[in-house]
């Protein structure tokens, strides 16, 4: 994921012998995690809060599992906002949300 230099590269990577809707969404998991599982503090409306992970929701969206004191809630992942994003993870946020994008219209 590291070798991504383009959106375009960086939906090739993720969707790569994916079939379906449900396996894209798992590919995408898996790279968001891989790219983002070091926080564990993110932006939520302007309100920082603890994120434990991602998960898919309704089998196709995948959202960040974030905590605030004892409550815990599954925000759609173009919601969050990251702290200091390095290049990359500037471009995989960005090809994500231009994913997103392109499925909503």
């Not at 960086?10 to 994916?18: G, K, L, S």
């Not at 396996?23 to 409306?45: H, N, P, Y």
């Not at 992970?53 to 759609?76: H, M, S, W, Y």
Request: glycine share 4%.
């Amino acid at each position: 994921m590291e070798q991504c230099e383009s959106i375009e590269d960086c939906f090739e990577v993720a969707t790569v012998d994916a079939y379906g809707e449900y396996e894209q969404a798992s590919s995408w998991l898996t790279c968001i995690e891989e790219m983002f599982g070091k926080f564990d503090r993110v932006q939520v409306l302007e309100q920082e809060v603890g994120l434990e992970g991602f998960d898919l929701a309704n089998e196709t969206i995948v959202v960040a599992l974030c905590r605030q004191g004892n409550k815990k809630t599954k925000i759609p992942l173009e919601s969050v906002h990251f702290q200091k994003l390095s290049p990359k993870e500037s471009l995989w946020m960005d090809a994500w949300k231009n994913k997103t994008k392109k499925t909503l219209l």
